[in-house]
């Protein structure tokens, strides 16, 4: 099973950001995504395709449907400049999958 | 709040061993999923390895029969004996809890290591 993110989006300050996970049939699974921020660990911002984590800003939303996942980032701020990646578990496999990660330019 | 703190990372030749640990507090290890995850410089995430609550453990296909993970509830601390390593083994290793097993809920701070002649 294989996860496909394209490489980077951009995005104007205050505008909105939607970065794709693309998988066969993925919105029948639970779609985790984490931001990664140069020289710092992953932080899960979105788990089981929607939830938001405690500490998480509601401008982060989440969808899952057919064979895209999204991660949706309202009102851009710079702040928000990272590397993002999906990640789901496959239960064919008892593996854990990563996109190949989306950086995000805040431009 | 949850802490995760990686040791051992080191410089080490092809074919050695090491092993990593990660002292957790703030989160129970013997009730909750513990996991390992590496990164190759500038490169993506990959899942290593994970220590399942009820006891079962898996492992990637580019580890299996090389890495083993452990647990230490006395301790509250996870491990990952690393053998027969290979120069593609090169990478920060973050050491990961969740209270599911699906989710990877709390990170620790990345830990290099370095496999090279």
């Known amino acids: 099973y294989v996860l496909t993110q394209p490489p980077s989006v951009s995005v104007a300050p205050g505008q909105t950001a939607t970065i794709p996970c693309g998988g066969s049939?993925?919105?029948?699974?639970?779609v985790h995504w984490y931001q990664q921020k140069p020289g710092q660990a992953p932080v899960l911002v979105i788990s089981y395709n929607s939830d938001r984590p405690s500490g998480i800003p509601a401008r982060f939303s989440g969808s899952n449907s057919g064979d895209t996942a999204s991660l949706t980032i309202s009102r851009v701020e710079a702040g928000d400049e990272a590397d993002y990646y999906c990640q789901l578990w496959d239960s064919a496999t008892v593996h854990w999958l990563f996109g190949g990660g989306t950086k995000l330019t805040v431009l | 709040e949850v802490q995760l703190v990686a040791t051992g990372g080191d410089l080490i030749q092809p074919g050695g061993s090491l092993r990593l640990s990660c002292a957790v507090s703030g989160l129970i290890v013997r009730d909750n999923y513990l996991s390992w995850v590496r990164q190759a410089p500038g490169k993506g995430l990959e899942w290593v390895s994970i220590f399942y609550a009820g006891g079962a453990t898996y492992y990637a296909d580019s580890v299996k029969g090389r890495f083993t993970i452990s647990r230490d509830t006395s301790r509250n601390t996870v491990y990952l004996q690393m053998n027969s390593l290979r120069v593609d083994d090169t990478a920060f290793y973050y050491c990961v809890g969740g209270e599911g097993s699906s989710s990877f809920d709390f990170w620790g701070q990345g830990i290099l290591v370095t496999v090279s002649s």
């Open positions: 049939n993925i919105g029948s699974r639970g």
